[in-house]
């Protein structure tokens, strides 16, 4: 019989830390790479909802994310390639962290994850 090492963490954190886990959460069991710089536009594009590309930059340069309008799009075409956040609306001007991400916000929020960690078959044969 196997012997399992269970971690019981658990902490009380702000709204945008636990949606900031969220998205790393899901970055790294998708393999997708992304930088801090990325995750702060994740991160305030889920709190915000739907928002305009446009304003969304702008309000990205204010927030000392980005240090121009131009520098935040790059980034948003970015993370769309890596479909974290997805385009719609007339134009595709409207955007939206990708709803397959499932990103909660609103209320309490407690985050379960249940994960084993498994002996990968390639080690358990050497």
């Known amino acids: 019989m196997a012997i399992v090492k269970k971690i019981d963490l658990k902490l009380k954190?702000?709204?945008d830390q636990c949606v900031q886990f969220q998205i790393l959460t899901y970055s790294f069991f998708e393999d997708i790479q992304i930088t801090?710089?990325?995750?702060?536009?994740?991160?305030?594009?889920?709190?915000?909802?739907?928002?305009?590309?446009?304003?969304?930059?702008?309000?990205?340069?204010?927030?000392?994310?980005?240090?121009?309008?131009?520098?935040?799009?790059?980034?948003?075409?970015?993370?769309?390639?890596?479909?974290?956040?997805?385009?719609k609306g007339k134009n595709k001007k409207l955007i939206q962290v990708n709803p397959a991400?499932?990103?909660?916000?609103?209320?309490?929020?407690?985050?379960?994850y249940k994960i084993l960690g498994n002996e990968s078959k390639i080690t358990q044969g050497v």
């Open 13 to 15: 954190i702000e709204m």
């Open 36 to 87: 801090n710089s990325d995750l702060k536009l994740l991160s305030e594009l889920a709190i915000t909802g739907d928002v305009e590309l446009t304003k969304f930059c702008i309000e990205l340069v204010k927030l000392n994310i980005f240090k121009s309008p131009q520098s935040a799009r790059n980034s948003i075409n970015k993370v769309f390639k890596k479909g974290l956040l997805v385009k």
């Open 101 to 112: 991400l499932n990103i909660q916000k609103d209320g309490l929020v407690l985050l379960d």
